[in-house]
């Protein structure tokens, strides 16, 4: 019984959840750049 063979679905699984957490850092880190922003430059 091979089990170094990965199943498709969860390739496509964790796929999903790459993109997922890309998106979610990107999400974040635009958040981050706003916050440090606003607080260096307070009188903008």
């Given at each position: 019984k091979?089990?170094?063979k990965?199943?498709?679905h969860q390739s496509?699984?964790?796929?999903?959840?790459l993109t997922s957490y890309t998106i979610r850092s990107l999400?974040?880190?635009g958040r981050?750049?706003?916050?440090?922003?606003a607080?260096?430059?307070p009188l903008r």
């Amino acid at each position: 019984k091979p089990t170094s063979k990965p199943r498709p679905h969860q390739s496509v699984t964790s796929q999903g959840n790459l993109t997922s957490y890309t998106i979610r850092s990107l999400i974040h880190a635009g958040r981050l750049k706003d916050h440090l922003t606003a607080t260096t430059y307070p009188l903008r």
